[in-house]
């Protein structure tokens, strides 16, 4: 699949863009009511917990005052008969805002309980609804993929970044574990082993490592680090790759480090090994699941931000939009070709004022939208 431009000129997001604008449009939609609803309800239950909370604090100060005022009045009874009475008020008091106390705080427990489940619905709605949008139409993302071995499964995570914004998709593989041999092929690397049958003496030996099993990775476009090892976890491989820099750690010597063993390494295999570990992470994803929205490295959705993330998202369809209709013929239509793999062309288009009419019904955040994607009535 190829996405051109109307000149015929390639996309720089080889996406189809209108389709990505209008799931945005569909996504926003669905999630800002949710959201809103949400703002509306805390904002109720904020106010109720509030109310109670200076209402406690009222209450304490109240009976603090009382008490001092009753030990004014009574502190130098030495009868019996007095001191009883005043130990009886003193009860009464006590019990009194004990009781009050302990169901003003019981309430602010249950509206906070209220508001933490209120927000981990609305969480699971939104992630829900934006899960499907997010697995590619967020443009210009940095992306750092995680793996490593649970209960002898391969499971993984992947964190997007873009302006401020982040978030985290669980990932499962079509495989439970993967060897180097798996997904490369053979590889060598040197150890140290005695040997000789008079004179016992340290000599290079180079080992078949292609059977080890990936334990541990993280990586992204500038940066690798993985773990490997035996079904013993009695060897283990450590590969570092990041610019000119490689670190190999393998059956307990930095292997990097000791020039005896590196002049046995073919780099260029263990570079190839780790770019290949990259592709076949890559290309082996069978779900990826949207679990968590950040901004500025806080829950997004708990602090009522998921309008701001789609703030964010829509500047980034800016340029391509601007581009589109700088390249296209037609005055006000944003609009691409695409080429299938048989060769067969079709061209699509959507026009700033369909994407306006429907942003411009979500009021005032629908127009703030529109404006960020260039396309407001003017």
Known sequence: MKYTFQDSNDLSIQRDVIQDLQDFVYTSSKVLPIENA?????????????????GSDELESANSKLLDFIDRITGEF???ELLDYRNSILDACESSFNKS???????????????DKGL???????LSILDPFFE???YGTTEKYFASMD??????????TVSGMEYESELTFTDNSTTIRGFFGTLYLPTWKRSGIIYKEDKVKLEDVSDLILSNLDFDDHHISAMFVNKKATKKLKADMGGDSLVIYYDGNEVTADPALMGSVKE???????NALKDYIRSHVKRKTLVKLMIDGEDAIHNNQTFDCLKLIAEQFTDIINECIDRGYTDGEI???????????TEKYVTKAELFDQLSEFGSEGLELASLLGVENI
């Open 268 to 274: 260029e295999h263990v570079v190839a090994m780790l």
């Open 78 to 80: 030495e009868e019996k």
């Open 136 to 138: 590619g139409g967020v």
């Open 335 to 345: 609009t691409i070709k695409i080429e299938q793999n048989d060769g067969t062309r």
């Open 38 to 54: 949400s703002i509306e309800k805390n904002d109720d239950l904020i106010g109720r917990r509030t109310s109670l909370e200076n």
């Open 101 to 115: 106390s302990g169901a003003m705080l019981s309430d602010i427990e249950s509206i906070n309980k209220d508001i």
């Open 120 to 126: 981990d619905d609305v969480e699971r709605q939104i």
């Open 151 to 160: 209960r002898n499964v391969l499971r993984g995570k992947l964190t997007s």
